[in-house]
């Protein structure tokens, strides 16, 4: 099924990449920092992971590259200025293939490859909060031998609606392991997660050359039984969107590659049944206040009984009669979507969308995407008088009602797929 969805993606380092690649024979340490248009934080970005890794790994060679998806702001030309350690290298270069997130991260896995690294992390260019501390977090676990660290945030209940009503208690019931960040962005990666990860049958799909890379990296350690660690990093400050209106292209992909983990690493968790915690890697960073935003879920609710009209044809079909009409009660102003219908439709679409033509996927996404806008505003609308932690509890339950509906799920894949 995998192999029919596009040609493989194969990057190759440009000119530039390729004469300051001469110079560096080896290196312990990699870290890919992906860009586009970040002029203004990618200095702020760039120092403190300098910082870090001279602090922390001062006997250690390390790499920095900026991946930049050729942005037009000056991001790569700020990144070059910095003044660096000796210890350190930089390479600010454009990535070439599939414009996205996930191919500027293959660039940075091919050179950590190259170079031999022990470690590789990967952090965004957008933050506001990364201090020195977080290279040690993320990368000391990888040396000292675990597969993935990823990051653990205290974040404001709106911020990661996608990874808070989908991929969380998803991934949550597929593996078992209880990682609450799992596309977070900010990683370690293992020398076998970077060869992994460079070889993957997912390369050939339009979701993990763009934003379906973190999940990507997140199910193919779990899916291989690496040894995954959180690191606490604080709060994540970085350019937050309102999830009712700016996360359209990044839904799709995410979503994409998350329903095509589910289908291609379907034989490593059949027989999951188990959750447990991984451990928590935590230094000096203590626990804080993340800063709040505005969320229109008034306009929310008002898209997703528009969607539910327009893409009514695509939902009859994925989804029994009385889950059907639990979205159209819930549109209509009735009873909130339950928890266990909602795993349950999620459940529906990962499926659907393993089964149908590629010139499909996208509707069958798209369809999802009212469902999961309805859930998020009805989320909003009955947290707003709670605190954050009070909110968090509500999602951790809500992900239980994943793991009790996973019967359910594998039933799905045996029905459908004969497995």
Request: glycine share 8%.
């Given at each position: 099924?995998?192999?029919?969805?596009?040609?493989?993606?194969?990057?190759?380092?440009?000119?530039?990449?390729?004469?300051?690649?001469?110079?560096?024979?080896?290196?312990?340490?990699?870290?890919?920092?992906?860009?586009?248009?970040?002029?203004?934080?990618?200095?702020?970005?760039?120092?403190?992971?300098?910082?870090?890794?001279?602090?922390?790994?001062?006997?250690?060679?390390?790499?920095?590259?900026?991946?930049?998806?050729?942005?037009?702001?000056?991001?790569?030309?700020?990144?070059?200025?910095?003044?660096?350690?000796?210890?350190?290298?930089?390479?600010?270069?454009?990535?070439?293939?599939?414009?996205?997130?996930?191919?500027?991260?293959?660039?940075?896995?091919?050179?950590?490859?190259?170079?031999?690294?022990?470690?590789?992390?990967?952090?965004?260019?957008?933050?506001?909060?990364?201090?020195?501390?977080?290279?040690?977090?993320?990368?000391?676990?990888?040396?000292?031998?675990?597969?993935?660290?990823?990051?653990?945030?205290?974040?404001?209940?709106?911020?990661?609606?996608?990874?808070?009503?989908?991929?969380?208690?998803?991934?949550?019931?597929?593996?078992?392991?209880?990682?609450?960040?799992?596309?977070?962005?900010?990683?370690?990666?293992?020398?076998?997660?970077?060869?992994?990860?460079?070889?993957?049958?997912?390369?050939?799909?339009?979701?993990?050359?763009?934003?379906?890379?973190?999940?990507?990296?997140?199910?193919?350690?779990?899916?291989?039984?690496?040894?995954?660690?959180?690191?606490?990093?604080?709060?994540?400050?970085?350019?937050?969107?309102?999830?009712?209106?700016?996360?359209?292209?990044?839904?799709?992909?995410?979503?994409?590659?998350?329903?095509?983990?589910?289908?291609?690493?379907?034989?490593?968790?059949?027989n999951i049944n188990s959750i447990h915690d991984p451990s928590i890697v935590r230094g000096s960073i203590g626990d804080q206040e993340p800063e709040p935003f505005e969320v229109d879920y008034k306009s929310a609710l008002n898209a997703f009984r528009y969607g539910l009209e327009r893409h009514q044809g695509t939902i009859q079909r994925v989804l029994p009669?009385?889950?059907?009409?639990?979205?159209?009660?819930?549109?209509?102003?009735?009873?909130?979507?339950?928890?266990?219908?909602?795993?349950?439709?999620?459940?529906?679409?990962?499926?659907?969308?393993?089964?149908?033509?590629?010139?499909?996927?996208?509707?069958?996404?798209?369809?999802?995407?009212?469902?999961?806008?309805?859930?998020?505003?009805?989320?909003?609308?009955?947290?707003?008088?709670?605190?954050?932690?009070?909110?968090?509890?509500?999602?951790?339950?809500?992900?239980?009602?994943?793991?009790?509906?996973?019967?359910?799920?594998?039933?799905?894949?045996r029905n459908e797929f004969g497995l």
């Open positions: 099924m995998l192999g029919k969805i596009i040609k493989p993606v194969y990057l190759i380092f440009n000119e530039m990449g390729i004469r300051k690649l001469l110079g560096v024979e080896r290196a312990d340490i990699l870290v890919g920092i992906p860009s586009y248009n970040n002029a203004s934080t990618i200095a702020y970005v760039v120092d403190q992971v300098s910082k870090g890794l001279d602090k922390f790994f001062p006997h250690m060679k390390s790499v920095i590259i900026v991946s930049d998806g050729n942005s037009d702001d000056g991001t790569r030309e700020i990144a070059k200025s910095i003044n660096l350690p000796k210890n350190i290298d930089l390479i600010a270069t454009i990535y070439d293939g599939v414009p996205g997130k996930g191919s500027a991260i293959k660039l940075a896995l091919e050179v950590a490859k190259r170079l031999g690294c022990r470690a590789m992390a990967m952090v965004d260019s957008d933050l506001r909060s990364i201090t020195p501390e977080w290279m040690h977090l993320i990368i000391q676990p990888i040396i000292e031998g675990a597969g993935l660290v990823t990051p653990r945030y205290f974040r404001y209940k709106y911020d990661g609606t996608i990874t808070n009503q989908v991929i969380y208690p998803f991934t949550l019931s597929l593996f078992g392991v209880n990682i609450r960040q799992p596309i977070g962005g900010d990683f370690g990666l293992s020398k076998e997660l970077i060869t992994l990860m460079i070889n993957s049958p997912l390369w050939r799909t339009p979701y993990t050359p763009r934003f379906g890379i973190d999940i990507s990296i997140t199910h193919t350690a779990l899916a291989h039984g690496l040894e995954v660690k959180e690191a606490f990093l604080g709060s994540k400050i970085h350019d937050v969107k309102d999830p009712t209106k700016h996360l359209g292209p990044m839904f799709k992909q995410v979503i994409g590659a998350l329903f095509t983990c589910t289908d291609l690493y379907f034989d490593k968790w059949k009669n009385y889950l059907l009409q639990s979205l159209k009660e819930s549109s209509a102003g009735g009873a909130t979507i339950t928890a266990k219908d909602w795993a349950r439709i999620t459940y529906h679409f990962a499926s659907y969308f393993n089964k149908v033509r590629e010139e499909v996927k996208d509707e069958v996404i798209e369809a999802f995407k009212v469902c999961w806008i309805g859930r998020v505003g009805n989320f909003v609308r009955e947290t707003l008088g709670l605190s954050n932690s009070e909110a968090e509890a509500r999602i951790v339950s809500d992900a239980e009602a994943f793991v009790q509906e996973k019967p359910y799920l594998v039933s799905l894949w």
